[in-house]
Structures are given as C-alpha cells and as structure tokens.
C-alpha cells in the first residue's frame, strides 16, 4: 500500500508563494494520479489540481487556475504543488491524494483518489 506525506506548509503573506511536496512511500506512484485537495475551516474538501500518470492530463479548479501548478518526479517519487499570488481564501489544511486512475475517468472526481496524506496547514496573511 502506498503511503503519502504531505510537507511545505506554513504561515505566509497575501501575494507570495509557497511550494508544497507529497512524497510517497511503499510504493512507486509511476503509474498513479495525484490530486491536490484543500480543505478550509467550515467547509467541504474541494480537489484543486491533479495530474494524471505520466502527466499527460492535468485538471486545475477555477480557484487555482494560473496561479497554481503541479509537476511530478516519478524518480523521487513525489508531486509538488506550486502556488503563487496566495490569499486569505486560500487558506486550508491541503492534502495530497493517489490512485489509478486511467485516462478515460476525470481527474477531478474525489471518490477516484484512494491513498491520502495527513495534510499540511496552509495559513495566508493579508
């Protein structure tokens, strides 16, 4: 079974960027997609960016699209969520999650991913 741990998270100002990583261990995730997910307080976990095996396909939410990015390194073993522009909204506790998802299914369907990190918080001051 695959395992993933998310790290990068912190406190940062409104208009910077932070990276984020989700390493994965147990198991190569080659031939996984990968999801971002966030989750802030009172509401529901909302997938955000993923990227397909191979990285053929990505999926970016209206949320994020342009501002952030996700790229994977198959040799390490893990996927890193770029963000930049941040601000107050997006603030969460931000998960990594995988699974094999083959092309023909969207990336951006949650009940796809079944491996997930613990999450790493995500706090943007103005």
């Known amino acids: 079974q695959v395992r993933f741990v998310e790290s990068g998270g912190g406190l940062v100002q409104a208009g910077t960027s932070l990276t984020l990583s989700c390493a994965a261990s147990g198991r190569t995730i080659e031939n996984f997609a990968v999801g971002w997910f966030r989750q802030a307080p009172g509401k529901e976990r909302e997938i955000i960016i993923a990227?397909?095996?191979?990285?053929?396909?990505?999926f970016h939410s209206n949320a994020v699209s342009g501002r952030f990015t996700i790229s994977r390194d198959d040799a390490k073993n893990t996927v890193d969520l770029q963000m930049s522009s941040l601000n107050p909204n997006d603030t969460a506790v931000y998960y990594c999650?995988?699974?094999?998802?083959?092309?023909?299914?969207?990336?951006?369907?949650?009940?796809?991913?079944?491996?997930w990190g613990p999450g790493t918080q995500v706090t943007v001051s103005v």
């Open positions: 990227i397909s095996w191979a990285g053929y396909n990505k």
């Open positions: 999650a995988g699974a094999r998802i083959p092309y023909s299914i969207p990336l951006d369907d949650p009940e796809q991913y079944s491996d």
